[in-house]
């Protein structure tokens, strides 16, 4: 059986994370933006960050496991 948690939740978190799709954190005028559909760079580097942090938590801290098949 193959693990199949770090593609899920690779995934699952690159779609919710994606800067400008459904936030953008710093955004073009304001310090938070919700679905403007533009980013920049720095928007581009925290985003990275956040979803580095919650990959490495979830799979290598809390041990998620998911087995199909």
Known sequence: MAD???VF???VLFVLLQPG???SFPGHSKQLEFGGM???GK????HTLIF??????LLLA???HIYIG
Request: glycine share 4%.
């Open 4 to 6: 199949w948690a770090p």
């Open 43 to 46: 928007a581009i580097f925290i």
């Open 9 to 11: 939740i690779g995934v």
């Open 62 to 64: 809390l041990h998620v």
């Open 52 to 57: 580095f942090a919650l990959y490495a938590i």
């Open 38 to 40: 533009k980013t920049n």
């Open 21 to 23: 799709l459904l936030c």
